[in-house]
């Protein structure tokens, strides 16, 4: 009988590490817009995303998080951006729906 280098005849697997998480490397607050942080995920520039969205994510430099968690951190900063135009839209003067709409 030949060892395998395995017990009770299963085959030994290598762990490797899973592909589904990276490292968030670096935040880094944008000079012109301080409303904004730069997000590098394994070394390398993924996204701004809003500061509001990085903290409420509880974000910090070394995490390990999910692919799925970094797609809720870009959604939710969309979410963000948005809800920001439309403010900005609104603070220059009363606008209708549907003018909201076609510029949003």
Known sequence: MEDNGSCD???RRMVAPDPATV???KLQ???RNPDLVNVHIDGEFRA???YA??????IRTGDE?????????LSLDERWKAKES???LLSVRSRARGELADRL
């Open 86 to 88: 439309a403010l900005s």
């Open 65 to 73: 998080i999910s692919t799925v968690q970094l797609d809720r951190l």
């Open 48 to 50: 701004a995303v809003a």
């Open 53 to 58: 969205v990085v903290t409420a994510e509880r």
């Open 23 to 25: 490292t968030v490397t």
């Open 9 to 11: 005849g299963e085959a």
């Open 29 to 31: 607050p944008q000079r």
